[in-house]
């Protein structure tokens, strides 16, 4: 049975989203697309008919967009020096969860009990069950006294007043989260994956955020990866670790220009009233949670504001990641493929003054983005080449500016690492070694796997085909005894 929710929510998508509203790129946004397709054509060819240093054009692009970002980045981290006002204490605004899951009985258990543990626990916790045919049903009967209800409809725990499991056909991540939101009675709304365990003042970090900034529409919490398995896995589990803290110092830089586009879906609160009014979650999007955000900013603009979308420091999470090079790959392949995707139909905002800084300066940089993992791939390969073939006049610069530009990262990592731990309240130990020697490695290991990952999404998005896969975590999440 479709419900009034449902068909109200399908039809303020069908208007917010620029997939069915399609608007030509801008004059400058198709200038700035040109460019960066000419770059690479023009530095690719350098290399050649190039001679010295300018053969390797394509790797010295490569650095320059690199160090620009992290310079960016590092300028506004500054800030995170800063000492933080004191959070509110006590009950604000109602809060309700959505975990949407598939198939995640193993995991189930943890995350609803560190919800449920919470210091300020949320009112609704709505477990989203997208269609699982696995031990899910047999985990909720014996930890929170649940019995399957119909298709469609919710069930309230007799142990857990606040827990519902929405039993729904199978339909993709973003239909079962949607249907959730429906029934949401809270005006704040987490989306939580259901490997994903939030610490215990997680919550009550959501709730001061949003009470305290009545302008907020969506406050992304931070993420640290872990890997279940062996040495293998422990490598990416430190390699991701150390992503993770850089990719999400970038998402502050960009907040502070009201010109981010980027949170993690596996720990994210939103405004309902903001969610319900563009359509919630887009089910044909291969990354919703990226895509969403980019409608919320559209709407905002649209009726002459500003969409504040601010990553909240104090509000902290573990999350599975890919313990396996072929789960690591398709990872990236899909988040790559999604975010072009996103660009794709979101391409009229490319340098259209109307949307200013998202306009003139992030979707701009996201041009470059694109292309960045076949410069890194290209200037790699060139240079293993030149190496091969012996040409000392292109191998000697190249390595002068090359150790140059590590030189700069080591500084960078040392920075970037004790600005997050001043952001999360020294939550985490600063790893410094373990960092640095990372950094060291990634050139050679990480981020060509990053970049082969992001060529894969390259031809997923040409293809407009994208295959989901669920990977097996190696070693359960228990729930506490």
């Keep these: 049975m479709i419900r009034p929710a449902d ?18 790129i801008a004059p400058l946004g198709a200038a700035i697309v040109a460019a960066a397709t000419a770059l690479w054509i ?30 960016f980045v590092a300028i506004q981290a500054r800030k995170l020096f800063t000492p933080t006002v004191p959070r509110v204490e006590g009950p604000l605004l109602r809060v309700a969860v959505i975990v949407a899951a598939y198939n995640e009985a193993s995991a189930l258990g943890a995350t609803l ?8 626990p949320p009112e609704e916790i709505w477990l989203a069950d ?12 014996q930890l929170y006294g649940l019995a399957a209800p119909a298709l469609g409809e919710a069930a309230v725990s007799p142990v857990a007043a606040s827990l519902r499991w929405l039993r729904l056909p199978h339909g ?38 949003f009470a305290r900034d009545p302008a907020l529409a969506v406050g992304g919490g931070l993420l640290e990866p872990r890997c279940r398995g062996g040495a293998l896995a422990r490598g990416l589990q430190a390699f991701q670790r150390f992503e993770y803290v850089r ?15 980027l949170i993690s879906g596996a720990f994210a609160a939103f405004r309902v009233a903001d969610l319900r009014e563009v359509g919630g979650f887009d089910p044909e999007s291969w990354v919703e949670d990226y895509e969403l955000i980019h409608r919320l900013h559209l709407r905002a603009r649209q009726h002459g504001g500003i969409a504040r979308v601010r990553i909240l420091g104090a509000a902290f999470a573990t999350t599975d990641a890919p313990a396996s090079l072929p789960a690591f790959l398709r990872q990236r ?38 292309a960045a993992p076949i410069f890194g791939l290209t200037s790699f390969a060139m240079l293993v080449g030149f190496i091969a073939t012996g040409r000392v006049g292109v191998i000697a610069p190249a390595t002068g500016i090359a150790l140059a530009k590590l030189g700069f990262d080591l500084v960078n ?19 410094l070694g373990a960092a640095l020697v990372c950094l060291l490695l990634e050139p050679f290991t990480f981020l060509p796997l990053r970049q082969i990952g992001a060529t894969l999404g390259w031809g997923a998005f040409l293809a407009g085909r994208m295959e989901w896969r669920a990977d097996p975590v190696a070693t359960p999440a228990r729930a506490p005894e």
Aim: hydrophobic share 55%.
């Design 7 to 24: 068909l109200a929510l399908d039809a303020a998508f069908q208007r917010a989203s620029p997939r069915f509203h399609p608007q030509p």
């Design 113 to 120: 009990a560190a919800l449920l543990a919470q210091t300020s």
């Design 42 to 71: 023009a530095a690719f060819a350098a290399a050649f008919l190039g001679r010295g240093l300018a053969a390797w054009s394509v790797g010295v692009a490569f650095i320059v967009y690199d160090l620009a970002h992290l310079t």
């Design 130 to 141: 997208d269609g699982s045919d696995d031990d899910s049903a047999a985990v909720l009967a």
């Design 413 to 431: 990592m040392a920075y970037s690492v004790e600005a997050y731990r001043r952001w999360t309240g020294a939550r985490t130990p600063r790893r």
């Design 333 to 370: 392949r899909r988040w790559f493929a999604g975010f072009l995707q996103t660009q794709y139909w979101n391409r009229a905002i490319i340098g259209a003054p109307r949307y200013g800084a998202l306009g003139l300066a992030m979707l701009p940089f996201k041009c470059l983005d694109a």
């Design 172 to 209: 993709g991540k973003a239909q079962a989260l949607n249907a959730a939101l429906g029934r949401v009675e809270a005006p704040v709304v987490v989306t939580v994956d259901a490997d994903t365990q939030l610490a215990p003042d997680a919550i009550a970090v959501i709730r001061d955020a």
């Design 247 to 261: 990719n999400f110092l970038a998402r502050f830089a960009w907040s502070q220009l009201d010109a981010l586009l």
